[in-house]
Each structure stands twice: as C-alpha cells, then as structure tokens.
Nanobody
Framework: QVRLVESGGGLVQTGGSLRLSCAGS????????LAWFRQAPGKEREFVGAQTWSDSNPYYGDSVKGRFIISRNNAKGAVYLQMNSLKPEDTAVYYC???????????????????WGQGTQVTVSS
C-alpha cells in the first residue's frame, strides 16, 4: 500500500500560481496511477488530472485544462500539481490519489482510486 501526504496549499490571488506536492511512501511509486482531485464546499469531489506513467502525457479535467500541469518523479515518490492562472472557482481542498496497477485507459472517477491523501486547502482570492 502507498501512503500519500499533500503539501503546498495556501492563499493566492486571482491570476497567481501555486504548486502542490504529494509525497508517497510505502510502496513502489511506479506501479501506481497518480491523480489529483478537488472538492469545494457543498460540491462533489472533482477530477483535476492524472498521469499513468512518468513519461506519459497527463490528462486533465475540462475546468483546468491549459492551466494546470501534473508531473511525477517516481524515484522521489512524488507527484506535483502546478496551478497557473488561478481563479476563485479553483478554491477547494485538493487531494492526491493513487491506484495500483497501470492502464492506458483514462481514470477520472473517485471510485477508480484506492488510496487518498488528507488534502490541502487552496484558496484563491478575487
């Protein structure tokens, strides 16, 4: 099993940038699909993006496409979310998630992922 811990959240102004990190431990990181989700108050958890292999193209939810970038470093056991051009509607708790076993099929539902971090708050002020 892998354990996930997010960091890097905070308060940022509209148009600003923030980089989230997720540190994994407990298993070989390369065996996992890694994803980011977010959840705003009163809303369902939303898919942000995911990356299957470290050299594969990440895929993203429509609301963040072109603004957010996912990258991972299996050797360090880490996955990152670079968030640019932030908007107030990006305000949410951001979660790192992992699924054991690699597949090229895009996995965008929370039910696809077995392991979750505790989340980190991102607040974008207008």
């Amino acid at each position: 099993q892998v354990r996930l811990v997010e960091s890097g959240g905070g308060l940022v102004q509209t148009g600003g940038s923030l980089r989230l990190s997720c540190a994994g431990s407990g298993d070989t990181f390369g065996n996992y699909i890694l994803a980011w989700f977010r959840q705003a108050p009163g809303k369902e958890r939303e898919f942000v993006g995911a990356q299957t292999w470290s050299d594969s193209n990440p895929y993203y939810g429509d609301s963040v496409k072109g603004r957010f970038i996912i990258s991972r470093n299996n050797a360090k056991g880490a996955v990152y979310l670079q968030m640019n051009s932030l908007k107030p509607e990006d305000t949410a708790v951001y979660y790192c998630a992992a699924r054991y076993g690699l597949t090229p099929r895009p996995l965008t539902s929370t039910s696809h992922y077995n392991f979750w971090g505790q989340g980190t708050q991102v607040t974008v002020s207008s």
